[in-house]
């Protein structure tokens, strides 16, 4: 896998629509955040592992009224993610928005001495290779917009490394770097980054931790640009 971006048509669409690309779309966190960015008039493109899954998403949504699509790749396969970002530009629009919150996968929660290589490599591939490969994948159409937000949503261990969740330390550490250089780099220009730190998990009907109010901070980070990291709620004590 090489993970370099496709060959694009950069022209927006005939609609003049731009597109909210999410990865990791599913029916919690994943389609709030897509509802909440198709109601400010932007195409969805909606990226997960199943086809079905998403598909049937995208159906939901479209009977609302929004115009969307599902996409299948993997995150940890760059060559499909980035084909799968490619075909939303072509569909969709260029992509303005990007949003990089698949759910971990089991194994990356195993307490440190009980991960193997192959748990971290998995683990790194997630959350540095996935967000490496897309970024670039749509940056392009990004400065040809001249705007656009990359966001990205961790939990708590992207800031507090915990050795009972070994993966997630280790990748969302990295994570964290990249997105940090991403805003360094960046900063010159009319892109936006920002990640979303959600300490523990998301809980529909919380105060701050609902999947709705997540989707309104993310808005909120897009639309206002303010600050680099934002967090869902203080960072829970973890034990050692």
Known sequence: MNGGPQVMNIRPSMSGMTTFA?????????????????REGYSLALIARNQDRVDQLA??????????????????????????LDQATQDLGLIEVLSYNPLPQKEFLRPLLESTVGDVRAAVEFSVYGPVAAVHQVLQGMRVLKKGSLLFVNGGSAVQPVQHFAGTSIGFAGETAYVEMLDQALKDEPIYVGQLIIPGAIVPGDEQKDPQVLAEKLWQMHSQRSRLRMFATELETQPY
């Open 59 to 84: 159906a939901d949504l479209v009977a609302d009224g929004f115009t969307a699509k599902g996409y299948a790749a993997n995150v940890r396969d760059t060559d499909s993610l980035v084909a799968a």
């Open 22 to 38: 999410i990865i990791g779309a599913g029916r919690n966190l994943g389609e709030a955040v897509a509802r909440r960015f198709g």
